[in-house]
């Protein structure tokens, strides 16, 4: 799971939005764990800029610079940190120190941006940085520390880990860019840039650890904080560290070894003033709660024991007794029968009863910590250390437990389990316990955070599919939904949700009722828009903030759905179009190039709805870049410009853009071959559709349907057997890709992605290794669960490969496909009244087609549609002839074929 999502769920609470545009009235009502932020600005925000000065607002950043002063491209410049009650007297003495002197800055406007700039799971390379200041050149960077150093004495703040803390206080530096420069950094995407020694454009290294560049001297007056920096080691405490289990912006969690016992233990570290939790408790402080918390509970045999208590530097440690086991969530891929296609009665039974009995050990290890007047306040399925025999359980992480006398919210939660900012104490993990009874069976409850109601949507699926006891269901739904008003209330012409698909449940309409659940799909969509901004026109994944240009791309943006309403045969949307033709007057720098993140996707779509000219115009700007370091991928790189290219070409005849795309092609296989060279490339090994070798593929296939050159296929072969090479066999012979520490079987990034190549490669040759390769791929798409319903990362992706895929024979058939479309219908929730999905992390709704609801449209109209529906420079394929007879198309087939 991805911690990056729970900051971008605070400003709405149906979709993510970016964390600056919380209102202050939304900041009382919304927050992490129930707690409410102030978004209210500081004054130093609500002041207009003196004369002479240009105020402007970028993202999470208020900025102040003199129009007189002519700031470098690069250089040292200086980051103040700040705890949250120190943070707007900081704040005043550096404004009008720099308003004084003529210094350009900028800051965190908010009590509240600030919290989640250093929140325990903010980015570790930009944690802690509350005002930046911009010296005009070295010397001036001296001056400016000093006296702020001074200026600041005294003043506590967390330590920027990117950065080279000047002495003991809040102020630091580092060498890094004053502008907006972009070059493509080692994974091939577009990051920020410096230039070094000769010009060049290189990445600007924003990681959490200070570092020169090669060609910048450290200056003498830095020398001195660089040797206290270096001064802390760990040869003087009594633990050898032998891994590293966890980072976050709070500190490390380690495994260690006592060098006085040999006992093998676990290091939790904290930073002072960092990784704050939403009631704004630093590390240290939550790490001090634990070992209180513990030490009431030692003895228990459920919690572990505390072994020591030390500091080193300013960083406190905390040392465990080390529990043996594996957390409760790494025994889904072991035993969840769902994850199989066909896993019979008997395994049902048996998961149910291993599950009831699991539960009940949690439930007693939850019921002993309450006998000791302690609520643990932070249980979910990664807390939850289960022995090997999987006799008894072992809870972990206390950071956010208190006494039940204290009577203190959630401020530490996982999202599937976030208690209700109504429930205090003892309620908090009782909540946490019911959320646990269905997770076990359908692990799910993120979507409680959009709509509790689903938790008896989800009890009838559980129920329908296991043999639990009934009232082990009821008896969670009952405590979830307790004094529940729902956001988006219900018609009261429909009853109360009971879990049933049709006739009025919990559901506006069922996925497979097409094209009923087309229209219903479309009418949340645009029931969603928000054409009054600028940023986005469709609420999406938080990808659209990431970038420049994200609410306009295909995979998360305004393109991408646009797509989706065409091939579905929804009504055009005029609106959106001309929003899309009105953010690509004039594309900000930083927009990326590619297909699904960029211009070239944009480009391509909207010469499909008929604007040819800006199309053009676009691809132009992407051709005149500097392609050097580009990665090879379909998502953001070369192959998906190249196809966007070739289509142009053929669409209007130019044949210039032909050969760009060939131009391309050649770019890909020659990153190919220094990758099979072993030159290093600093890019991670990544497989599949999007951003491994299976989109390259796509490219040179695509191309040879074109020219015919047969070489074209050759390199199409090379790039697919690349990918199949990374993959592995998992449950029931199912072939997926393997990263390392988990398999993967979607569309994106998995199995599924390469599967849809090699059924299009198979149509111009034959090859055995591809035939047996696809039919096991075909596997991986028939399981009965997926953790989400999104097209790249879900069921969805399923549907639309067995809705396309020529391989034939068991799983393809359309009773498979059917499947697959009800157990859609598991992640969906209504939307005004109206048929919608969450997107990634499943925590608030998305309508992008990366990850949402048009991504869904999509993937149902390839199975239900009565005209072929597609994904770019994926076409719907012609089978082959079948060996018995079939109805007259897939879609019929499946639109007829009942439910099972």
Request: glycine residues 10%; negative net charge.
């Amino acid at each position: 799971m991805s911690k990056g999502y729970a900051v971008f769920c605070d400003a709405d609470r149906q979709f993510y939005d970016a964390p600056h545009r919380l209102h202050a009235t939304a900041a009382d009502a919304a927050g992490t764990a129930g707690t409410s932020h102030g978004q209210a600005l500081y004054e130093a925000a609500r002041r207009e800029a003196p004369e002479g000065w240009q105020r402007h607002r970028s993202g999470d950043w208020l900025a102040f610079r003199p129009l007189d002063t002519r700031l470098p491209g690069q250089g040292w410049k200086i980051h103040i940190s700040a705890c949250l009650d120190n943070a707007e007297s900081i704040l005043d003495r550096v404004r009008d120190h720099c308003f004084s002197r003529g210094i350009a800055f900028k800051f965190m406007p908010s009590r509240y941006l600030l919290r989640n700039r250093n929140a325990k799971y903010a980015d570790r390379g930009s944690s802690g940085k509350f005002i930046t200041v911009y010296p005009v050149d070295e010397e001036h960077c001296r001056t400016v520390a000093e006296e702020l150093d001074a200026l600041l004495a005294g003043e506590p703040g967390p330590y920027i880990l990117s950065d080279l803390r000047w002495g003991a206080g809040p102020v630091h530096v580092r060498y890094g860019s004053f502008t907006e420069r972009h070059c493509f950094g080692p994974d091939g995407e577009l990051c920020p840039a410096v230039e070094d020694g000769e010009g060049r454009l290189v990445p600007d290294r924003r990681d959490p650890a200070f570092h020169v560049p090669d060609w910048v001297t450290l200056p003498d007056f830095l020398k001195p904080h660089l040797a206290a920096r270096s001064a802390v080691t760990t040869t003087d405490i009594p633990y050898t560290i032998e891994r590293a289990l966890h980072f976050s912006n709070g500190g490390g969690v380690y495994v260690g070894r006592d060098s006085r016992t040999g006992e093998q233990v676990v290091l939790k570290e904290a930073r002072p003033y960092a990784g704050l939790a939403a009631d704004g408790a630093d590390a240290v402080t939550r790490l001090e709660r634990e070992k209180t918390a513990l030490e009431r509970l030692s003895g228990l045999g459920c919690t572990p024991e505390v072994r020591g208590w030390f500091t080193l530097g300013d960083h406190r440690f905390l040392v465990l007794e080390h529990i043996a086991g594996k957390p409760l969530n790494t025994f889904f891929a072991r035993r969840h029968p769902l994850i199989e296609e066909n896993p019979g009665q008997e395994r049902l039974a048996a998961y149910t009863d291993w599950a009831l009995r699991i539960h009940r050990l949690v439930e007693e290890a939850v019921e002993a910590i309450h006998a000791r007047g302690v609520a643990f306040n932070d249980l979910h399925l990664f807390n939850i250390m289960v022995a090997e025999d999987e006799s008894s359980v072992v809870l972990l992480d206390f950071e956010a437990a208190a006494h039940i006398d204290e009577g203190r919210r959630q401020v530490v939660a996982n999202p599937g389990f976030v208690a209700p900012a109504d429930r205090r104490g003892f309620d908090v993990d009782r909540y946490a316990l019911a959320c646990l009874r269905i997770a076990l069976f359908l692990p799910l409850t993120s979507l409680f955070a959009i709509d509790r109601d689903k938790a008896a949507h989800l009890a009838e699926i559980a129920a329908q599919q296991f043999p639990v006891p009934r009232e082990f269901l009821d008896e969670a739904v009952a405590e979830i939904t307790r004094g529940y008003v729902p956001v988006d209330p219900r018609p009261a012409s429909r009853p109360a949700p009971s879990g049933t698909r049709k006739g009025g449940g919990y559901l506006p309409v069922d996925p497979g009722d097409w094209p009923r659940s087309r229209d219903s799909l479309v009418q949340a969509i645009l029931a969603a828009a928000t054409p009054e901004r600028k940023d986005r026109f469709f609420p999406g994944d938080i990808a659209q903030f990431a970038a420049p240009g994200g609410g306009a791309c295909f995979a998360y943006g305004t393109a991408g759905v646009l797509h989706a309403f065409a091939e579905t045969g929804a009504p055009d949307c005029p609106e959106a179009e001309e929003w899309l033709l009105q953010a690509t007057k004039d594309p900000a720098s930083g927009t990326p190039f590619g297909f699904y993140d960029g211009l070239s996707g944009i480009a391509w779509v909207l010469d499909r709805l008929g604007y040819t000219e800006r199309a053009l115009a676009l691809l132009d700007t992407v051709c005149a870049q500097d392609w050097d370091g580009i990665a090879p991928d379909l998502h953001s790189g070369l192959s998906g410009i190249g196809l966007a290219l070739d289509a142009l070409g053929t669409a209007t005849g130019d044949s210039t853009l032909h050969d760009r795309a060939l131009q391309c092609s050649r770019l890909v296989a020659r990153a190919a071959e220094r990758a099979a060279d072993g030159t290093p490339s600093g890019r991670p090994p990544r497989a599949g559709l999007l951003h491994g070798a299976t989109g390259q593929a796509l490219l040179h296939l695509r191309l040879y349907e074109r020219t015919g050159d047969p070489a074209l296929l050759d390199l199409a072969a090379d790039a697919l057997r690349r990918d199949l090479a990374r993959c592995v066999r998992g449950a029931g012979g199912a072939l997926q890709v393997d990263e390392g520490w988990r398999t993967m079987p979607y569309l994106g990034a998995g199995s599924v992605g390469i599967g849809m190549v090699l059924d299009d490669y198979l149509a111009h040759r034959p090859d055995e290794q591809f035939e047996g390769a696809r039919r096991e791929i075909v596997r991986a798409a028939q399981a009965m669960f997926y953790a989400q319903p999104g097209l790249f990362r879900g069921t969805a992706g399923m549907v639309l490969h067995l809705s396309r895929t020529t391989t034939g024979g068991p799983g393809t058939r359309a009773a498979d496909v059917r499947r697959q479309i009800d157990a859609l219908s598991w992640g969906a929730v209504p939307y005004r009244g109206r048929l919608a999905f969450p997107g990634e992390q499943m925590m608030r709704l998305s309508m992008d087609l990366s990850t949402g609801t048009a991504g869904c449209l999509l993937a149902l109209g390839s199975a239900l549609h009565d005209k072929p529906v597609q994904l770019p420079f994926l076409p719907a394929p012609t089978p082959a002839a079948p060996a018995a007879p079939e109805p007259a198309s897939l879609r019929e087939a499946v639109a007829s074929t009942p439910s099972p």
